[in-house]
């Protein structure tokens, strides 16, 4: 997956099995069921950092947390 604009920006690039063999699979069977689905912002390769960076400005005692 990537951008056009940024063809080597990729979130994820993964295969795993055997094409070959899952494709006969496929061919074999008697019925096949296709459907969409996705996982909400869970996943095993997060793009978020998940932290947060802070500064404290002594001059008017304010803290600035940005995540």
């Known amino acids: 997956m990537g951008w056009a604009e940024r063809p080597d920006n990729q ?5 795993v099995g055997d094409e070959s063999a899952t494709d006969a699979a496929f061919a074999r069977a008697a ?7 996705w996982v909400n912002r869970i996943t095993g390769s997060p793009m978020e950092p998940r932290s947060c960076i802070g500064s404290y400005d002594e001059a008017t005692g304010i803290y600035t947390a940005r995540a």
């Open 11 to 15: 979130s994820l690039n993964c295969e």
């Open 31 to 37: 019925h096949v069921v296709q459907f969409d689905t």
